[in-house]
């Protein structure tokens, strides 16, 4: 009876498995190309009226009667990030929408992904759930599906925390696309070389920085990183606006506090120029696959004037008390920066899906056919 038992609970956990695995596709993947043109696209260009907000999206609450990983309730975690001046305080758990805390800054978001690897992404501004993920891992063909998945039914979506677990590797991050940003900095670990890497392959990825808390009485995370948006209102529509033209720079600190603050980025013919409000410890300009463009020491201003080699530029400030990581300048033809995005092999993919569902059924075909020319247990010892 054990056995039969066991052969069930396969069974099922077969179908189910099936039921991802078979929408596993096959995706053709554009060589990398660089940003190009003779222009500049400078996100730190913005409307008359913008002022920088602070802002934290990815935060997480009790969810799931208590399954998943988070301690406090929604009104807690919100008033937390209130109390260190956050304007813009997301709740993010998995798969599921928290709007119990509707007001003119709320953005609808949960977190998608429940894979071992925590290839997780957040989908900002998101109009429904999406289930679908390949929970004993995936590979770059799955990646993308599940971005190209998550487009149509959320504004923005977010690459989360690459590197951990090796969720989104350097090579994956210059093959994706269809994605608008990448959580370059969190508190499990910042992402610079995946973020270059995007940027290097010509993907504008653009950056925010996030806690990803799970239990505000963490002090070592909580308000340990935060994204400070450059909008003209905290309305979320505004503030996605923003976000989606990469107004916005990644912070690393304590309790969300600044010691410095960005005054101006401006892109003058081919000068990168960036004023602080106070003396930086370090300015650093960063260039194609992370590369060291110029460091600048104690200042509170600094410029850079781009080679024709360089495809983009982003700027790093070291302060006494926190690090900005500031979205890049790129090379553009004056309309919009442009990427090359996977593309579906649909011959392939249906191919391999035809495959894979013949294999299961034979797998579970043949559990059943075992099963039933065993003879029955009938507990009773020979004699």
């Not at 913005?46 to 802002?55: D, E, L, N, R, S």
């Not at 976000?243 to 980025?265: C, E, I, P, S, Y």
């Not at 106070?278 to 509170?300: C, M, P, Y």
């Amino acid at each position: 009876m054990l056995v039969r038992t066991l052969l069930v609970v396969l069974g099922v956990s077969v179908v189910l498995l099936a039921t991802e695995y078979a929408w596993s596709a096959v995706y053709d993947f554009p060589a990398p190309r660089p940003f190009a043109g003779a222009q500049w696209y400078n996100p730190y260009e913005a409307p008359a009226g913008a002022t920088w907000h602070k802002a934290n999206f990815h935060a997480h609450s009790v969810a799931w009667g208590g399954l998943t990983n988070g301690h406090q309730s929604s009104s807690a975690v919100r008033a937390a990030y209130r109390q260190m001046g956050a304007e813009i305080a997301g709740i993010s758990n998995y798969h599921t929408i928290d709007s119990s805390l509707v007001d003119s800054t709320f953005i609808p978001t949960y977190e998608y992904g429940y894979s071992l690897a925590k290839s997780h992404r957040l989908a900002l501004g998101a109009r429904e759930v999406n289930w679908l993920d390949f929970p004993l891992g995936s590979t770059l063909s799955d990646r993308q599906l599940i971005l190209d998945r998550l487009r149509p039914t959320t504004a923005l979506t977010v690459i989360n925390h690459p590197v951990m677990r090796n969720g989104h590797t350097v090579d994956d991050l210059r093959a994706l696309g269809n994605y608008d940003l990448i959580e370059a900095m969190s508190s499990y670990g910042d992402s610079p070389a995946e973020w270059d890497a995007a940027l290097s392959a010509g993907h504008a990825a653009w950056a925010i920085g996030s806690d990803d808390n799970h239990d505000i009485t963490r002090t070592d995370i909580l308000g340990r990183v935060w994204t400070m948006v450059l909008a003209p209102s905290t309305r979320a529509n505004v503030v996605l606006g923003a976000l989606k033209q990469g107004r916005q720079f990644a912070v690393r600190g304590t309790a969300m506090r600044m010691d410095n603050d960005v005054r101006a980025v401006r892109m003058r013919g081919d000068t990168l120029t960036v004023e602080l409000a106070a003396t930086s410890k370090r300015i650093r300009f960063v260039g194609d696959s992370g590369r060291e463009l110029a460091l600048v020491h104690d200042t509170s201003a600094a410029s850079y004037v781009a080679r024709s080699a360089d495809s983009y530029v982003r700027i790093e400030v070291e302060n006494a008390a926190t690090t900005f990581w500031l979205n890049p300048v790129v090379r553009w033809d004056g309309v919009a920066p442009t990427e090359s995005r996977p593309i579906m092999n649909v011959a392939a993919t249906w191919s391999v899906r035809v495959l894979l569902l013949i294999c299961y059924a034979g797998l579970v075909l043949a559990a059943g056919r075992w099963t039933r020319a065993r003879p029955p247990t009938t507990g009773v010892s020979p004699t």
